[in-house]
């Protein structure tokens, strides 16, 4: 029961992240297609000169959050260390993607002017996720410290482990010294 701490820890970051990178795909989208079409006196899309880099970062983040959440849930289901190497590595892709958009999110505040409260929304959304994302990522390696967090790097409980120590081959079975 000990062993399933960070599962309990991760799985509702996990779904948060998911809906939070959801919606910044739909509204980033909205956002640039609106940019795109040269409407940016529609309530809500007015900007400045970063706002098309961001609005494409935004997009890309979101779309490499989302995907990065199906191997995540994969990895909660299994919870094993063969899906937690799928897991970080493309959760750490997804929060490098935003920390990018992150920075382009602050650039854009920086630059100020006549920003709408859609772009707002969406920068408020880019910041709530490069910190929940990194504390998902965290989640997902703190095995590496302590077993009762998740599997971690050093378990021996699957195939070549302890098996293998006790003199098993899992495709003969035990074998029987005399």
């Known amino acids: 029961m000990a062993q399933t701490v ?17 919606f910044v795909v739909g509204l980033a989208s909205w956002n640039l297609n609106k940019f795109i079409n040269g409407q940016t006196y529609h ?6 000169g970063a706002t098309s880099n961001f609005l494409i970062f935004a997009i890309l983040a979101g779309v490499i959050g989302v995907a990065s959440k199906f191997a995540g849930g994969n990895h909660i289901r299994a919870w094993r260390n063969e899906s937690l190497a799928a897991a970080a590595a493309a959760s750490i892709v997804a929060w490098a993607v935003t920390v990018l958009a992150f920075g382009f999110a602050c650039k854009e505040i920086a630059i ?20 929940t ?10 095995g590496v410290f302590s077993s009762k967090y998740g599997p971690g790097y050093r378990d021996t409980d699957y195939a070549g482990g302890r098996h293998a ?4 081959d899992l495709a003969k079975g035990p074998t029987v010294r005399t």
């Open 6 to 22: 960070g599962r309990n820890l991760a799985a509702p970051l996990l779904f948060l992240n998911l809906i939070l990178y959801i």
């Open 165 to 168: 120590a006790a003199g098993v």
């Open 133 to 142: 994302q990194l504390f998902y990522v965290l989640l997902l390696h703190a």
């Open 43 to 48: 309530p809500g899309v007015a900007g400045n």
């Open 112 to 131: 100020g002017s006549n920003r709408g409260w859609r772009l707002k929304v969406l920068e408020a959304s880019i910041i709530i996720l490069a910190f």
